[in-house]
């Protein structure tokens, strides 16, 4: 089994991050897996509490996945600032939101480490973030995430769920699912859950993923 890769530490990211080398792959699976119309479907279904003017962050935009479907659904003008440690995997997402921006919302792109965090306390009303706290020891990236969000602010988690999918999925990106109660407990630390979404079973997405809106209190 391949080896799990921790990304970052608090005070050490890793030069030439693991995204570096694999981000074509990255790219190419998620140009293929529905991923983006899923979270369009999800975001009509449960519009983000947003507001005009307000701060969003993305913690690990990787090459834009999420970042894209932000920008489709938000309709207020808001202060969008996309995060990841891998250049190249942000080099490829700039590119795409060059290309599909519909409602020309500017994007700040970051270079950065999601347990460090180059943002001052409570500076976001919204973070979102999927796939990157698999690479990371749980309790430290949920404390550094709840760091950046002002009180009453939002996190919206796209929890990776031990699956068959998620198995493979792991192996492939060398990333660890964690034990779901324990994702739980550490939301909860944190956070009090607005809602927990289950993706309908046919979208791969759902294979292995949910979505979880929390609010900090
Ligand atoms: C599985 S990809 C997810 C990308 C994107 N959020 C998506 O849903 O398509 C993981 C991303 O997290 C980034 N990442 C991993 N560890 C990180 C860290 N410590 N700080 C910031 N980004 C990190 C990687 O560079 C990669 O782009």
């Known amino acids: 089994m ?20 694999i981000e074509g792959l990255y790219d190419l699976t998620f140009k293929v897996n529905g991923y983006g119309r899923s979270l369009d ?44 440690l ?24 970051a270079q950065g480490n999601a347990l460090a965090l ?10 979102a973030t999927s796939g990157v706290l698999e690479y990371l020891p749980l309790d430290e990236g949920f404390s550094e995430l709840a760091r950046v969000i002002a009180p009453g602010g939002y996190l919206l988690h796209l929890p990776m769920r031990p699956t068959p999918v998620a198995a493979f999925l792991e ?10 109660h324990l994702v739980s407990e550490t939301t909860d630390k944190y956070f009090q859950v607005v809602s927990h ?18 609010q900090k209190v």
Request: overall charge positive; glycine content about 4%.
């Open 41 to 84: 479907q999800y975001f009509e279904a449960h519009p983000l509490p947003v507001f005009p003017g307000c701060s969003v962050l993305e913690t690990g935009c990787g090459t834009g996945t999420l970042t894209l479907a932000l920008l489709r659904t938000l309709k207020v003008p808001v202060k969008l600032t996309a995060l990841d």
């Open 2 to 21: 391949a080896e799990y890769v921790l990304t970052a530490t608090k005070n050490h990211a890793r030069a030439g991050s693991f995204y570096d080398r």
């Open 86 to 109: 891998s250049a190249s995997s942000m080099a490829t997402a700039k590119k795409y939101v060059e290309k599909n921006n519909p409602s020309g919302q500017p994007v700040r792109f």
């Open 118 to 127: 180059p943002f001052a306390d409570e500076s976001f009303d919204l973070v």
């Open 197 to 214: 979404y289950r993706f309908p079973k046919f979208q791969p997405i759902s294979w292995s993923k949910s979505a979880v809106l929390a």
């Open 171 to 180: 192996m492939l990106f060398r990333l660890k699912v964690h034990p779901p």
